[in-house]
């Protein structure tokens, strides 16, 4: 279980989380929307401490991080316990798929190269690229480096799957393989956060929809519920914007 | 003055024992420059406080400054410091047994230090800062993230600068004849004025560093050509 308790974060003078809240059980999967320069994605970041909260409690299982002056060693914990699929990929770029997926087994986890490497390979089957395992990210299209990244992520048996705009870099005929790799992965019971701007993929895959704006916690609830009836005016409006299809006028 | 060909050759082969001299002031200048500038230049860009401006100024004075004159001040200035030092705490230290070329060694190392300081930090800044993120993502450590992601990649970018710097400090390794060491120039000197042919002398010295500065720039172009595998942009 993930629980975020009162999470704070400002750049300079202008406070973009003002306090946040949320909670994850284990195994759902959350989808995070919201206007940009709403905080999601640096509510996100914030998990895996590639932007420093201010304030806040973080807890992972039986984890416990405070954002107040933690360690290194504190710090270190806490991104073991998450891992990160990036809207750019972030694929390091002088290694190969299989590269990029063993090195944290090796590097961090310690297992040895043929463990590793076989587990490597397994993983990007899953993600559909056991033919690629030997090209370099420059040599992938968009939708293939973001299937290694997540495979890359999957690689380290986090306790939560973080997922940052995975398909807003994409070209839109390659964001369908990257969604359906997500899919299939969600029904396997990964613990998940999405922050995404794909509606629909968030009403059909998420069991809890989180909307934000302006750094706060506007209104959430199970999809079915906040999609069709969303109660705050601010959430209505942004539904509207971003899918006109749906009415909810009589 | 005619030329006499058939001694630029007997030139050649004499100098030819002055080389390993000239390569080993380039390596250890190269290297320990190398370390110094990696150093002083994760300082500036994790702006460490005082190590940060400690290194700004190195850089800006070193760089301000000929690499002749700091030899000349490591030479004249070492020794006063090493027996000052010794009578100070009675280490019994004589400057006078400080090999000269240990004087082209540190001087020179100061040299390249700052000149591969700013190589090294253009490299590191050519690394895309995601790089790291995710590195950091997968519960690397931030040692872990640098040795392994960042710095290949970083080296890779700044080869071309690089391998200038070092081609750089070749030919500057010449001034060492200055402290009396025999370096290439100097057995050329040497050569020549026994001789009495100076022309041939130097030219031979000539092709010699030219020699090294190809064996140089190959080892580049091999290098390129591995890293042009997974790296592809530029205007070509």
Redesign the interface.
């Known amino acids: 279980m993930i629980q975020l308790t009162g999470i704070r974060k400002t750049f300079g003078k202008q406070e973009v989380l003002k306090g946040i809240d949320l909670q994850v059980a284990k195994g759902e999967v959350v989808a995070i929307l919201g206007p940009s320069g709403s905080g999601k994605t640096t509510l996100l970041r914030c998990i895996?401490?590639?932007e420093k909260p201010g304030v806040g409690e973080i807890r992972i299982g039986d984890f416990v991080f405070d954002a107040r002056r933690p360690g290194?060693k504190e710090i270190?914990a806490l991104?073991?316990r998450?891992?990160?699929v990036?809207q750019?990929y972030?694929?390091?770029?002088?290694?190969t798929a299989l590269e990029n997926v063993i090195?944290?087994l090796t590097?961090?986890k310690k297992i040895c190269k043929e463990e590793a490497q076989r587990r490597g390979t397994e993983l990007l089957e899953k993600v559909g690229l056991g033919s690629k395992l030997n090209a370099?990210?420059?040599q992938l299209s968009g939708g293939q480096q973001q299937r290694v990244g997540i495979a890359?992520?999957l690689?380290?048996e986090p306790e939560v799957l973080l997922l940052d705009e995975p398909t807003s870099a994409l070209d839109p005929e390659l964001v369908g393989e990257v969604l359906a790799v997500i899919r299939k992965i969600a029904r396997e019971g990964i613990t998940m956060i999405i922050v995404t701007h794909e509606m629909g993929f968030a009403q059909d895959v998420a069991s809890h929809v989180v909307f934000m704006d302006g750094g706060v916690v506007v209104e959430e609830g199970a999809p079915s519920e906040l999609f069709t009836r969303p109660k705050e005016e601010r959430t209505k409006q942004f539904l509207k914007r971003i899918t006109p299809e749906l009415s909810y006028s009589i | 003055m005619k030329l006499d060909p058939a001694f630029i050759w007997t030139a050649f082969v004499q100098l030819l024992s002055a080389v390993p001299t000239t390569l080993a002031i380039t390596g250890v200048s190269v290297l320990c420059g190398f370390v110094i500038g990696t150093a002083t230049a994760l300082f500036r860009l994790y702006r460490i406080p005082v190590l940060a401006q400690l290194s700004a100024g190195y850089v800006t004075v070193i760089r301000g400054t000929p690499m002749l004159t700091h030899l000349l001040l490591i030479y004249f200035g070492l020794p006063v410091v090493v027996d000052g030092l010794s009578a100070e705490l009675g280490l019994g230290w004589n400057s006078a047994k400080i090999p000269m070329i240990a004087f082209a060694y540190l001087s020179f190392s100061i040299t390249a230090g700052a000149y591969l300081s700013e190589v090294v930090r253009s490299g590191l800044q050519a690394v895309?800062r995601?790089?790291i993120?995710?590195?950091?993502?997968?519960?690397?450590?931030t040692p872990?993230a640098l040795r392994?992601?960042v710095f290949?990649?970083a080296l890779?970018a700044s080869l071309p600068n690089l391998s200038g710097s070092v081609i750089g400090l070749l030919h500057g390794s010449t001034l060492a004849f200055t402290v009396s060491v025999v370096d290439l120039n100097a057995k050329a000197q040497i050569v020549a004025s026994t001789n009495w042919k100076f022309f041939e002398a130097y030219l031979a010295a000539a092709l010699i560093f030219w020699g090294l500065t190809i064996l140089i720039e190959r080892i580049t172009a091999l290098i390129e050509r591995k890293?042009h595998?997974?790296?592809?942009g530029g205007v070509a």
């Not at chain 1, 972030?90 to 290694?95: E, G, M, Q, T």
């Not at chain 2, 595998?229 to 592809?232: C, D, I, L, S």
């Open positions: 895996n401490y590639l290194k270190h991104r073991q998450s891992a990160m990036f750019q972030n694929l390091f770029a002088h290694k090195e944290g590097v961090v370099y990210p420059s890359r992520a690689a380290m | 895309d995601g790089q993120e995710a590195a950091w993502s997968i519960g690397m450590t872990q392994r992601i290949p990649q890779a890293i595998v997974y790296r592809k």
